[in-house]
């Protein structure tokens, strides 16, 4: 069974930066749609970036213009660079791919404090 594993998370100040990390074993990136969402506690899990086969990315409008969504094709890795890290970005992230499966990751925990 395909199981994406995210990396990355952590603790960091407001104003930081992280970079989360996504991939798996069989898990192909491209030219195949793929996201990351994030979830607190009580919360649903909510969109925070996505990117189609063709390329095309959305942003979730509270991240944009701090986040970016990349893949690394040769590996197989989804990224998501945060900048400008907020305490509301505090959240279990999740990597979501779609080939060969749609799958969820384990999620990575960031945490945006002082």
């Known amino acids: 069974q395909v199981q994406p594993v995210e990396s990355g998370g952590g603790l960091v100040q407001p104003g930081g930066s992280l970079r989360l990390s996504c991939t798996g074993s069989?898990?192909?990136?491209?030219?195949?749609?793929m996201g990351w969402y994030r979830q607190v506690p009580g919360k649903q899990r909510e969109l925070v970036a996505f990117?189609?086969?063709?390329?095309?990315?959305t942003y979730a409008s509270s991240v944009k213009g701090r986040f970016t969504i990349s893949r690394d094709s040769a590996k197989n890795i989804v990224n998501l660079q945060m900048s400008s890290l907020k305490r509301d970005d505090t959240a279990v992230y999740y990597c979501?791919?779609?080939?060969?499966?749609?799958?969820w990751g384990q999620g990575t925990q960031v945490t945006v404090s002082s």
């Open positions: 979501w791919t779609s080939h060969p499966q749609f799958s």
């Open positions: 069989g898990i192909i990136v491209s030219p195949y749609s």
């Open positions: 990117m189609d086969g063709t390329g095309v990315v």
